[in-house]
């Protein structure tokens, strides 16, 4: 073998020296110095300092006492002396205040004749692998941290619904209830739930080898088996695609909230109730907008969707509503207060109607405040409130007593209204009848109780002694379990005593008075010996009997003052002194038909 002399050999290392690619430099530490000293650096050594070599090369290390610079000769110092040829990273300086990152290796030279140290320095720039390395960290960090539950798999010949894992994230353990350990052998076959499509996963794990993103919708199962749903997102990590990465939103919430949502539109959308938002977030002069009418109110107003949505919420109000109405309206939205109001309002067409409605304001999650108005058409209302309105007043007014009954549900009665002329009168036949337990009362009070009314005419007779012919119309209220409340209005039909005309209206009352008698009589013959004593009384009458004739009516001749009357082999005849008026006559009539008949 050819042996090249020695000076080839130190001409073709120094060639081979300032060609290489990385810095090589060659370091003189003297005892006595806290640095060393730079004995030969090739070219890429120079340049990476920013110095010239006269510079890096002189008897002051200037580039060493720059920044962090003295660590590199530390760390060669500390690697020398144990021997130890493994390389280092350290970081380092410029003048001008950059930086970069070296990896270097030292060995040992034969020592300086005057004992100085010397050791070469291998080194490459490193900064790129650093770059890497801290985003690895920044994205490990972020990983390890995300709110999502995030895992990594291997796709690459592996059964795609058993893909083994690379990395799991510990809110995707929180979220699924497995630790990473339980993971190691596969996460598909125990997250997969029983709703999830897996045909539909292969497919999606096919498309991410393909190089394709997926996102989707997944139902799928915790460690403890409930289930959850889930939007996922699988990613292809390189070209051609070995690994994927899936990100995991639980969205079982929003899904939930998305479905409540989908309900409460559509129980918005067919409400009969009117229902309006406005959005509050930025008043305007006119007002919150219009964000959402519901079918119902459209329907009322004759107006389409578009014309409302965007425009201020006083569109719908007529013109004709009072200024302090509006006002207050105004007041409680600038005040975030509830406000209910009536107010009028109107259709597309112009024609008015009044609405009843309630609006409560209220914030979003993302701080947006709106307001919910929920309304009616009072109308028909408005007009019955008005009409109830006269109606009370007329009632109040009226002479005839009106009084209205409430009944517990042990059938008592309280009056629960009375007007003017029934407090004037403060006597509640009603009540007293009610309690009574002759024929009379108790069956007045079982045909209200049934849902009859009642037409009962009775005598009343007052502290001064005045007596009164009344007449008292009843009609009960039922639900439809029991008698709520019993309407009771009185009309006099005559009156005798103080303050009374005389005639045929007392001897109406006298009528009345003794009508009982007639009732008490049993059998026909007693009955006309009370009919005797009535017409006497009442009338200054008197009866004759007579012989036998056909059974017949009543006949009466007002001119000859006479009566006659023939019923069950017993005939008569009844006279009065004076003339009487019509109703004395019907009265009178009334009374002979009564002893026939029977009360």
């Given at each position: 073998m050819a042996t090249l002399p020695r000076e080839d050999y130190l001409t073709i290392h120094n060639t081979a020296a300032g060609l290489a690619q990385n810095g090589l430099t060659i370091f003189r530490w003297e005892p006595s110095k806290r640095y060393p000293r730079y004995?030969?650096?090739?070219?890429?050594?120079?340049?990476?300092?920013?110095?010239?070599?006269?510079?890096?090369?002189?008897?002051?290390?200037?580039?060493?006492?720059?920044?962090?610079?003295?660590?590199?000769?530390?760390?060669?110092?500390?690697?020398?002396?144990?021997?130890?040829?493994?390389?280092?990273e350290v970081e380092l300086s410029l003048g001008d205040g950059s930086t970069y990152w070296v990896e270097c290796a030292v060995r040992a030279l034969e020592p300086a004749p005057d004992g100085a140290l010397r050791f070469v320095c291998a080194s490459h720039v490193i900064d790129r692998r650093k770059a890497y390395q801290r985003l690895s960290r920044l994205l490990s960090a972020m990983a390890d941290n995300a709110p999502a539950g995030i895992f990594i798999v291997r796709l690459l010949d592996a059964d795609l619904l058993s893909p083994p894992l690379v990395y799991t994230n510990p809110t995707f353990w929180r979220m699924t209830?497995?630790?990473?350990?339980?993971?190691?052998?596969?996460?598909?076959?125990?997250?997969?739930?029983?709703?999830?499509?897996?045909?539909?996963?292969?497919?999606?794990?096919?498309?991410?080898?393909?190089?394709?993103?997926?996102?989707?919708?997944?139902?799928?199962?915790?460690?403890?088996?409930?289930?959850?749903?889930?939007?996922?997102?699988?990613?292809?990590?390189?070209?051609?695609?070995?690994?994927?990465?899936?990100?995991?939103?639980?969205?079982?919430?929003?899904?939930?909230?998305?479905d409540a949502m989908s309900l409460l539109t559509e129980g918005v959308a067919q409400a009969s109730d009117f229902m309006i938002v406005t959005d509050d977030t930025q008043l305007t002069d006119g007002g919150p907008k219009i964000l959402q009418v519901n079918r119902s109110f459209l329907e009322a107003t004759g107006f389409v969707e578009t014309e409302l949505i965007g425009s201020p919420y006083t569109v719908m109000y007529s013109p004709h509503n009072p200024p302090s109405i509006m006002n207050a309206v105004r007041d409680a939205i600038e005040m975030e207060k509830p406000?209910?109001?009536?107010?009028?309002?109107?259709?597309?067409?112009?024609?008015?109607?009044?609405?009843?409605?309630?609006?409560?304001?209220?914030?979003?999650?993302?701080?947006?405040?709106?307001?919910?108005m929920v309304g009616r058409d009072i109308t028909l209302r408005r007009s019955s409130t008005n009409?109830?309105?006269?109606?009370?007043?007329?009632?109040?007014?009226?002479?005839?007593?009106?009084?209205?009954?409430?009944?517990?549900?042990?059938?008592?009665?309280?009056?629960?209204?009375?007007?003017?002329?029934?407090?004037?009168?403060?006597?509640?036949?009603?009540?007293?009848?009610?309690?009574?337990?002759?024929?009379?009362?108790?069956?007045?009070?079982?045909?209200?109780?049934?849902?009859?009314?009642?037409?009962?005419?009775?005598?009343?007779?007052?502290?001064?002694?005045?007596?009164?012919?009344?007449?008292?119309?009843?009609?009960?209220?039922?639900?439809?379990?029991?008698?709520?409340?019993?309407?009771?209005?009185?009309?006099?039909?005559?009156?005798?005593?103080?303050?009374?005309?005389?005639?045929?209206?007392?001897?109406?009352?006298?009528?009345?008075?003794?009508?009982?008698?007639?009732?008490r009589a049993k059998g026909l013959p007693e009955r006309l010996e009370a009919l005797r004593a009535l017409l006497h009384n009442a009338f200054d009458a008197s009866i004759e009997m007579q012989l036998f004739s056909a059974n017949g009516d009543v006949h009466i001749d007002q001119k000859r003052r006479i009566a006659v009357f023939a019923r069950n082999g017993i005939s008569a005849r009844v006279t009065w002194p004076k003339p009487l008026e019509p109703l004395a006559v019907t009265a009178l009539r009334f009374a002979i038909e009564a002893a026939l008949e029977g009360v």
């Open positions: 004995e030969w650096a090739n070219d890429i050594v120079v340049a990476r300092t920013n110095m010239d070599r006269a510079e890096l090369l002189g008897e002051n290390p200037t580039f060493l006492s720059i920044g962090n610079n003295a660590r590199l000769v530390d760390i060669a110092r500390e690697r020398i002396d144990t021997g130890d040829e493994t390389p280092f209830g497995y630790t990473q350990d339980e993971l190691e052998d596969g996460v598909y076959p125990r997250i997969l739930g029983e709703g999830t499509n897996r045909r539909l996963v292969g497919e999606y794990a096919q498309a991410v080898l393909r190089g394709e993103s997926v996102v989707t919708e997944l139902q799928l199962r915790r460690k403890d088996g409930t289930p959850f749903w889930a939007e996922v997102r699988a990613h292809p990590l390189e070209i051609p695609t070995i690994h994927c990465a899936v990100i995991l939103l639980d969205t079982t919430a929003r899904r939930e909230a998305q406000n209910y109001r009536e107010v009028l309002a109107h259709r597309k067409d112009g024609s008015e109607f009044w609405i009843e409605f309630v609006d409560r304001p209220f914030t979003t999650r993302n701080g947006r405040r709106l307001r919910l009409q109830l309105s006269l109606l009370f007043a007329v009632t109040e007014q009226a002479e005839t007593p009106v009084i209205i009954y409430d009944a517990d549900e042990n059938g008592e009665l309280a009056v629960s209204y009375e007007n003017d002329a029934a407090t004037r009168r403060h006597y509640y036949h009603l009540q007293e009848l009610w309690k009574r337990g002759d024929t009379e009362g108790r069956s007045t009070r079982q045909g209200l109780e049934r849902g009859e009314p009642a037409d009962v005419t009775y005598t009343h007779i007052d502290a001064n002694g005045s007596v009164e012919l009344v007449q008292m119309l009843a009609r009960p209220i039922r639900n439809e379990s029991r008698l709520e409340a019993i309407l009771t209005y009185e009309r006099v039909l005559s009156a005798k005593g103080a303050g009374a005309d005389d005639g045929a209206h007392t001897r109406l009352i006298d009528l009345a008075m003794m009508l009982p008698a007639l009732d």
